[in-house]
């Protein structure tokens, strides 16, 4: 069997993680007077992408924001947002996979620096102005501040889990 082939559980995974990050970005939300919304999908992206390969960390972060961003009426945003968590997620999902936990404070600061980042360009594209991108970082950077806490918090809680079903497994 090619070691490149997705299993059914990883792509069960990624699945469920494009699917938790689309609720948390639609359904947990508040909209901001500039055209955007303050959501939790960005810790879900960092999450998920701890535990998955890059590819997985790309399909989850940007399919599962961007697809919301349709759903959400703002496919306008589709590209961007697919490309800006997509990136989010690969980078943090390769940090994991080539250093694992000992450097998870900078993956994940580095995810949130590639969201404000690659935001303000976006913004600054499609609205045409250098000022209506800059007032989005404080939000930004408030959104990826508020999902770094949810993955520190809930990655210890994810790793003891997929430890107990190795655990299981074996015996």
């Not at 879900?44 to 992408?49: A, D, G, K, T």
């Amino acid at each position: 069997m090619n070691k490149k082939t997705l299993t059914t559980q990883q792509i069960v995974l990624y699945a469920l993680g494009m699917a938790i990050v689309f609720v948390s970005t639609m359904f947990i939300k508040i909209p901001n007077g500039i055209d955007g919304y303050f959501n939790l999908g960005d810790g879900f992206i960092l999450l998920f992408s701890s535990i998955v390969s890059p590819l997985g960390g790309f399909l989850i972060g940007g399919l599962g924001s961007a697809l919301a961003d349709v759903a959400g009426g703002y496919a306008y945003y589709f590209i961007p947002t697919l490309l800006i968590k997509g990136l989010e997620g690969c980078m943090v999902a390769y940090l994991f996979q080539k250093y694992g936990n000992k450097i998870k404070w900078i993956a994940y600061f580095l995810g949130c620096m590639i969201m404000v980042i690659g935001y303000f360009f976006a913004k600054w594209y499609l609205k045409g102005s250098m000022i209506i991108a800059l007032s989005g970082i404080a939000e930004n950077i408030l959104q990826s501040g508020v999902g770094y806490v949810i993955a520190i918090v809930a990655l210890p809680l994810i790793q003891r889990q997929f430890y107990r079903q190795r655990k299981l497994k074996k015996a």
